[in-house]
């Protein structure tokens, strides 16, 4: 039986785990935290990693857990719109998910057939091109066929295999939150999804409806983010609560009610962070089958676009479709080479899109501000919908 060896059960090691073991292979998934969790807020799928997660067989369960994103346009900090929703006939629309739900979905399409090991740090790969792939733990080697990099964006096993690759801060800093109803009663439905932008600030709002409203398991709430420029605030989450409700004080609703109805343990903080430059290659051979770079350690990206769990599902999705007939040896060394051929055009087509986002979103400066707001009614309609046609464009490969 061909083995894979996954690190990192964050959601492109989850998914690439059970997709690989629905597929025959006896998958060992690797994670160094105590237990398999998730960052508790929520994510936007968009519709190529909806497409992603149907090529994985896990379209089912996303239909119980999501809600549709009501797109509202984008206003200024002084109400006044920047961009109006045009629906376009027939557009597809991204569906929000709890992570919670999307990390119950992803353990239960692991089944019987992973073998999961948390509490696991991995330290390195095994040093030795002809040898089978393996990677050291503090336990000893665990070798496979295919070993599958999901450890994020700081990934320990990355330098070995593209040393130039670095991560650098994206310049900002993001909080989220999901908001259970009840704290905020008196938010009407149709006003809670929306985008605001100000001068290096941003935030976005969107329900997930309520408990249950999506299919039988899903939480609920409201879910929000908050950009602003700078580095990520060392301070305990009361105080980052404080400055929060400071920094978007007279912000148009619901962004007043939302950050009132936040309670500290309910904050979740990131550093926005990207690498650079991608690295060369996402697939190595190695012996007789190969290592590959998945999701954020193969191609981190700012939070802009609400992309990077999607091409990360991409990403498994096509892992998952040139491996699926290749046995150990020359053919399962050029499955791994094919993956990087299909993934690395796309993943810097997307990070170079989410970069010319994060110009026009972070703009700062009196001048840089009206630039962007004299411009945004005409460019970024344009950009948005580039975005979003390039997104959308994408299939799997056929297996
Ligand atoms: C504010 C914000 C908003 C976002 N919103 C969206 C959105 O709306 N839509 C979207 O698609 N994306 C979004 N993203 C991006 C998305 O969250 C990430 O791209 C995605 O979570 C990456 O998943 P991953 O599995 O590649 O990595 P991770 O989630 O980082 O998982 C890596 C896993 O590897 C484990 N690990 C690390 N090192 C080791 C080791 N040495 N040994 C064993 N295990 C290890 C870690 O513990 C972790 O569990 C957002 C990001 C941010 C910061």
């Known amino acids: 039986m061909r083995t894979a060896v996954v690190v990192g059960a964050g959601v492109g090691g989850l998914a690439v785990a059970g997709a690989l073991a629905r597929s025959g292979w006896r998958v060992t998934l690797l994670e160094r935290q105590d237990r398999i969790r998730s960052a508790g807020t929520a994510l936007v799928l968009w519709p190529n990693g909806i497409r992603a997660l149907q090529a994985l067989g896990l379209g089912g369960g996303l239909d119980a857990i999501a809600t549709g994103l009501a797109y509202h346009g984008v206003r200024r900090p002084d109400g ?94 993001a909080w989220r939150a999901v908001v259970p109803w009840y704290r905020a009663p008196q938010l009407p439905p149709e006003r809670i999804s929306g985008e605001i932008l100000g001068a290096g600030y941003r935030f976005v709002s969107a329900s997930l409806g309520e408990r249950g409203s999506a299919g ?110 290749a046995v150990p040896g020359p053919r399962l060394a050029d499955a791994v080479a094919a993956y990087s051929r299909l993934r690395r055009p796309r993943t810097v087509a997307m990070v170079r899109q989410s970069r010319r986002m994060a110009a026009v979103l972070q703009a700062r400066g009196r001048l840089a501000l009206r630039a962007r707001d004299a411009t945004l009614g005409t460019i970024s309609p344009r950009l948005l919908g580039s975005v979003a046609a390039t997104a959308d464009r994408w299939s799997p490969p056929p297996s």
């Not at 597809?92 to 089944?111: C, F, K, S, T, Y």
């Not at 999901?150 to 800093?173: E, K, M």
């Not at 398991?217 to 908050?226: C, F, L, N, Q, T």
């Not at 012996?287 to 981190?300: E, N």
């Open 216 to 325: 039988g398991s899903s939480r609920g709430g409201i879910y929000w983010v908050a950009t602003a420029a700078g580095a990520s605030r060392p301070e305990p989450p009361a105080t980052q609560l404080t400055l929060l409700r400071r920094w978007f004080a007279g912000w148009p609703s619901p962004v007043g009610e939302l950050l009132a109805a936040t309670e500290p343990a309910d904050l979740v903080q990131a550093e926005v962070r990207e690498l650079r430059p991608l690295p060369p290659s996402y697939g190595f051979p190695t012996g007789p089958g190969g290592v590959v770079l998945l999701g954020d350690a193969a191609h981190a990206m700012s939070h802009h676009l609400g992309q990077g769990a999607c091409l990360a599902f991409e990403d498994a999705a096509t892992l998952c479709a040139v491996v699926r007939d």
């Open 80 to 173: 006044q719109w920047l961009v109006q929703p045009r629906p376009q006939a027939g557009e597809r629309v991204p569906v929000v998910v709890h992570q919670e739900d999307l990390h119950d979905a992803l353990i239960a399409g692991l089944g019987e057939q992973v073998e999961i090991r948390t509490g696991v740090a991995v330290r390195g790969l095994r040093p030795a091109s002809t040898d089978r792939p393996a990677v050291t733990t503090g336990r000893g080697v665990v070798e496979a066929d295919l070993v599958v990099a999901a450890d994020g964006a700081q990934s320990t096993l990355r330098p070995a295999l593209a040393p130039a690759s670095t991560v650098v801060s994206s310049g900002c800093a």
